[in-house]
């Protein structure tokens, strides 16, 4: 089966969509759930995605609205099932990188995992991913200098954590 210029272009972002997704939800199987949910709704509404705009930042709108659905859900089946089991442990991916390199980006993600919502998406969209603070800002929905006063107060809180946990950076 050959994919079309559409389909090529979102498998050539699913690294991306992953390294987003892991930034916006606290566990990597819920990470996973959330690019699959993306990439379906991406091909199901593919008439929405205007050729010649950035398919990256349609993607990540997708995304965090999925999340924001999601969230709402589970906040309900919360309070009827009992939450994730705290002590449910993050390791870093043993075969990308030595040890200390390991802790430094298992210490870093937990880091990033500890600040508020907005601030996460917003430094994982400009800092983890690149996107300009004009394409985040329209991915979260904010004006730019709202999405600039949190990735600043993201960004500052991460440094401070890392540095008290002696990760250089």
């Not at 379906?40 to 990540?60: H, M």
Request: glycine share 8%; with cysteine.
């Amino acid at each position: 089966m050959r994919l079309d210029g559409f389909q090529t272009e979102l498998v050539a972002l699913l690294p991306r969509l992953r390294r987003f997704a892991r930034a916006v939800c606290r566990s990597d199987a819920d990470a996973q759930d959330l690019v699959q949910a993306t990439v379906e709704r991406a091909l199901a509404r593919r008439g929405g995605y205007r050729p010649g705009t950035r398919l990256d930042s349609w993607a990540f709108t997708i995304m965090r609205r999925i999340h924001i659905d999601e969230g709402r859900a589970r906040t309900r089946w919360g309070r009827v099932v009992s939450p994730e089991n705290e002590m449910t442990p993050n390791v870093a991916d043993a075969g990308q990188a030595d040890e200390g390199l390991r802790a430094d980006a298992l210490a870093v993600r937990q880091a990033l995992r500890r600040l508020p919502d907005d601030q996460r998406l917003a430094v994982a969209l400009v800092l983890v991913d690149g996107l300009s603070y004009a394409e985040a800002a329209q991915v979260l929905g904010v004006p730019a200098g709202t999405l600039t006063s949190r990735l600043v107060r993201g960004r500052q809180t991460l440094i401070q954590t890392l540095t008290e946990q002696g990760v250089s950076a």
